[in-house]
Structure formats: C-alpha cells, structure tokens
C-alpha cells in the first residue's frame, strides 16, 4: 500500500512538473492522496504513542515546505501539513462529545484550510474524516459525494479516479493483507516525500 500511494504519487508530480498538457500522469496520480489518507487513520489508531505520532508529521511537513514551494511555485502548504492538521481533528474529535462542538471544529478548520490554502483544503480533511468515521461500505459513497460536491463546485473531474483506492480499501481487505506483507524500511515511508520534492526541486531548477 505504501509503495503504490509513493510511486502514483510521483506519477502525479512528475506529470505536473513536466508534462502538463497530458492528463493521465495526473489521472494515476489521483490513486496517491486516499491512501495517504487511509494510513493516516490507521497511524492514529494504531500508534502507542500519538505525541511522537504527531511530532513526526509536523517535523515531515516541515522539512517538506521549502521543496514543495519550490518545486510547484506556490505559497501554500504541503499535503502533509494537510495530514498533520487533520490529525489534529481527529485528536479533538476523539476527545469531544459527537454533537456541535465537533460540527464547529470540523468546520472552522476546514475553513482555515481554505484559505491559508493547504494542498487539498478542506476536501483533504473531509477524506480522513470519513475513513475515520464511515463504515467500509459507506466511506465508498460518502467518498464518491464529496467528490461530486467538488466537482461541481470546483470542477475536479479527475478527482473522480481518486474513488478507486477507497473501492479497494472497502472491498478488498484480502489483497490489502497480501500487499501490507510487503514491508518498506520505516526511514523509506517517512523521508520519501520531502526526498522527492528536493529531486524535482533541483529538476526544476536545472531543465
């Protein structure tokens, strides 16, 4: 799972960066961001200790800012500023009871989202809220809406791709298994993000 959401989503900058004009790099790289998600939420569940859980998604984000805003011109925030934040959420939510307060957190931060911006925004705390929250079944056609929803706000067409992980995290559990034995170095998951955004940084630069 982890190789799969690393190697799409170097697909997708790759596509951006350099071949613009062709939508496909870009249409693969939709595969990237659920799975981020996704393991996001099965970080927070699983980790036996949050702080530091928290502490290194902030330190990758961190590290990450510079090559990304290099890499892509832009003076927003990276996707894992956007993990880290939603992070954040869930720890809140977590702690308060279901009700309004947690309506007015999750949208005064979604709100905040859009407009320091983050990549993403707020449609990037949306996803982990409902791999969080949704039931398998459900989280599939709570995705497939929000992806609706931006599509006529914001005309995301081929956001619609990023449905396909979901449909596999909900349904195939099996192959996800099968997958999940094929581990990665630790140092390897962690360091990819801001690794490669140097890389096509200096590419940048150069070509």
């Not at 956001?159 to 630790?186: C, D, F, H, M, N």
Request: with cysteine.
């Amino acid at each position: 799972m982890q190789l799969i959401a690393m190697i799409t989503m170097l697909i997708d900058h790759v596509g951006l960066l350099f071949f613009p004009g062709e939508v496909l790099w870009r249409i693969i790289g939709r595969i990237a961001f659920p799975i981020y998600a996704y393991a996001l939420v099965q970080g927070h569940v699983h980790t036996s200790n949050y702080r530091k859980y928290a502490l290194r998604l902030f330190l990758l984000a961190v590290l990450s800012q510079i090559p990304y805003q290099l890499a892509f011109d832009t003076n927003g925030l990276n996707v894992v500023a956007t993990l880290f934040v939603s992070s954040l959420v869930i720890r809140m939510l977590d702690a308060a009871k279901p009700g309004p307060l947690s309506a007015v957190i999750i949208a005064g931060v979604c709100v905040m989202m859009e407009v320091l911006p983050f990549d993403y925004g707020a449609y990037g705390l949306l996803l982990v809220l409902i791999f969080k929250y949704a039931e398998q079944g459900k989280a599939v056609t709570m995705h497939l809406l929000l992806n609706l929803v931006y599509l006529f706000a914001y005309g995301w067409v081929i956001q619609l791709a990023s449905i396909l992980p979901t449909i596999v995290i909900a349904y195939g559990p099996g192959l996800w298994r099968k997958l999940e034995t094929w581990r990665l170095p630790r140092w390897v998951w962690r360091a990819f993000y801001p690794a490669h955004l140097v890389v096509l940084a200096l590419l940048v630069y150069l070509l």
